[in-house]
């Protein structure tokens, strides 16, 4: 079945350095990719999106990229700083063409740990 | 704006007993959906509604019911719960589904059930 998945379960990163964070997806049709942020004891938070005809998007101190080849998607967070310290989520549209429906899958997430 | 907003925050219930979880929003976005959180499993997807009137099952529909009378308003009802229904869920909603814009989620209700 679809599943979208990230490598590492725990990332540890120093303050100030760029973190990267990974995805991988099953569904080559997908069309869709969104980055979440979840703190504890809340919803995730949007971060970032991107759509399968780009390859890169940039926002503030983040950058999302994809590899439709490998099926491969990254967060990328410049100058990590204590509060960027959370679980994030990618998750994919997995019903590509759909219209206005679509079902989002999340993976498991990658906690992100940001030593002072 | 007050964006997506789910009560109650904590709820404890007996097996057998039945309730509703509420969900709002005041974006008058069109597209709303239910997701469980369980450790290890990620956020898994239960119903979701695309406009009032419209509802579909999502990965985990058994136990589960919702109904979209107005555009704001998608409550979740647990007809008989169950332990295995102990969970964190969370209510998301987007402009126009998500196939092109991203869901906004509220802060989740925190489920026991004994």
């Known amino acids: 079945g679809e599943s979208v998945g990230l490598h590492l379960p725990t990332l540890s990163v120093q303050e100030g350095d760029n973190s990267i964070i990974n995805c991988a997806y099953s569904?080559?049709?997908?069309?869709?990719f969104i980055w979440y942020k979840q703190e504890s004891g809340k919803g995730p938070q949007f971060i970032i999106d991107?759509?399968?005809?780009?390859d890169k998007r940039q926002g503030q101190r983040v950058t999302v990229l994809l590899n439709k080849t490998v099926k491969h998607l990254s967060l990328q967070i410049a100058a990590t700083q204590p509060g960027d310290s959370a679980v994030y989520f990618c998750?994919?549209?997995?019903?590509?063409?759909?219209?206005?429906?679509?079902?989002?899958?999340f993976g498991q997430g990658t906690t992100l740990q940001v030593k002072p | 704006n007050a964006g997506v907003t789910q009560t109650p925050k904590f709820q404890v219930l007996k097996t057998g007993q039945s309730m509703t979880l509420q969900c709002a929003q005041d974006?008058?976005?069109?597209?709303m959906s239910w997701y469980r959180q369980d450790p290890g499993m990620g956020l898994r997807l239960i119903h979701y509604?695309?406009?009032?009137?419209?509802?579909d099952q999502g990965e985990v529909p058994n136990g589960y019911n919702v109904s979209r009378s107005t555009t704001e308003d998608f409550p979740l009802r647990l007809l008989s719960a169950a332990p295995s229904q102990t969970s964190v869920y969370f209510c998301?909603?987007?402009?126009?589904?998500?196939?092109?814009?991203?869901?906004?989620f509220g802060n989740g209700t925190r489920l026991t059930v004994t």
């Open positions: 998301a909603s987007s402009k126009s589904g998500v196939a092109n814009s991203p869901l906004h």
């Open positions: 569904n080559s049709a997908s069309d869709y």
């Open positions: 991107i759509r399968s005809n780009m």
């Open positions: 998750a994919e549209n997995s019903q590509p063409r759909s219209g206005n429906t679509g079902k989002l899958i």
């Open positions: 974006m008058n976005h069109e597209y």
């Open positions: 509604s695309v406009g009032a009137g419209i509802t």
